[in-house]
Every structure is written in C-alpha cells, then in structure tokens.
C-alpha cells in the first residue's frame, strides 16, 4: 500500500488521533503532507484549532467542577498546580496565549484557570485566540518544512515516506518522553506539550 494510499483512506482520523496525543509534531506531520499535496493544509490547522481548544475546554471545566476533588485523588499534579497558579498574578491575556508553548504547563494552566474560577466567557475566548494562533503557526511551519525539503532534496517524493516516517518517530519518542520521563504527570495522556 503506497503512502498516499494510507493517507487518503486514514490521513484525516490518524491526525484527529495525533493531535490528541502528541499536537505539535502531528501538526507538523499533517502540514508536511498538506504541502505534498496529499491533505488539506486549512482542514489540518483548522482541526488543530479544534483539539487543542476542545482539550483545553475539557481540562478548564475540570479544574472548575471538580478540581480540588480531583487533585485529592491526584497527588502528584499538586506541585505543577501550585507552579501555575504563581504564574495567575501575572498579564492573564499574554500567559494564556503564551502557556501552549511552556514546557510543563500545557496541560495544567487551563485547568488552574478553572481551579481559580477564572470567567469562563473569558477563558473561551483567550482559548480560541491562543488555540488559533498555535494551529496556524505550526500548520505553516510544518508546510515550510516542505518547502525547505523540497529545496534541499529536489525530489522530495522519493524520500516523502522517510521524512514521514522520522517526523512519526520523532513525535513518538517526544510523547513518550513526556508521558514517562516526568513523573509527576504519569497517566495524563493530553494532545499538546505538558
């Protein structure tokens, strides 16, 4: 089965599924392939947009319905949560937009903002700007990496499935890395960075 074979039959739902587990390099990964032709470069960032302000929405309205109830039962988010909540004094515009690219917070700022009863019709709106933003720089470097490919290799289809398959790897060993090496945040399998 060649790659554009998978990627036209699987292309669309292995990306909802990445996104989920490892966000950056997916998205990159889908607009690597957007620029190969084989996906649709706005379908990809917009569903980057998508997960990435879904997943946020989720982990807000858990911090606010049951975030000290599931900090009980989850000891070890507890020094990640105090670590986010010294940030909450600060510009609240700038660190929401900005958190999706802090190592370590990606997944517990929206939740600490809900913890803090941060305005919800706030918060969506802060979370659609940053998720927006997030989605579109990372779809376009993602398809500028197959710019550069295609300069650096001219014939960049004979090596498309390598590239692939390393941007796969690269991603799988980064999630890995962040669901395991860190051991306060075993068992949260989030899309974006933690």
Do not use: C
Not at 95 to 112: D, E, Q, S
Not at 117 to 132: M, T, V
């Amino acid at each position: 089965m060649s790659l554009e074979t998978i990627i036209s039959r699987f292309g669309y739902p292995a990306l909802l599924v990445g996104l989920l587990l490892e966000g950056e390099t997916v998205l990159l990964l889908g607009a690597f392939m957007a620029h190969r032709g084989y996906l649709s470069l706005p379908v990809v960032i917009t569903m980057g947009f998508l997960v990435t302000f879904a997943s946020d929405q989720f982990f807000f309205w858990l911090g606010r319905t049951k975030g000290n109830q599931f900090l009980e039962n989850r000891p070890a988010w507890k020094p990640n949560v105090e670590k986010a909540k010294s940030f909450l004094g600060r510009n609240t515009t700038v660190l929401f937009i900005g958190f999706r690219f802090m190592y370590g917070l990606r997944t517990v700022m929206p939740f600490v903002f809900g913890l803090s009863k941060f305005d919800p019709k706030r918060f969506a709106l802060l979370n659609s700007i940053g998720a927006f933003l997030w989605a579109l720089l990372f779809g376009i470097a993602g398809y500028a990496f197959g710019q550069v490919m295609e300069i650096i290799l001219v014939d960049v289809g004979k090596y498309e499935h390598w590239i692939a398959l390393g941007m796969v790897i690269t991603g799988t060993g980064l999630w890995l890395y962040r669901h395991f090496a860190n051991s306060t945040w075993k068992g949260v399998g989030h899309g974006q960075s933690l």
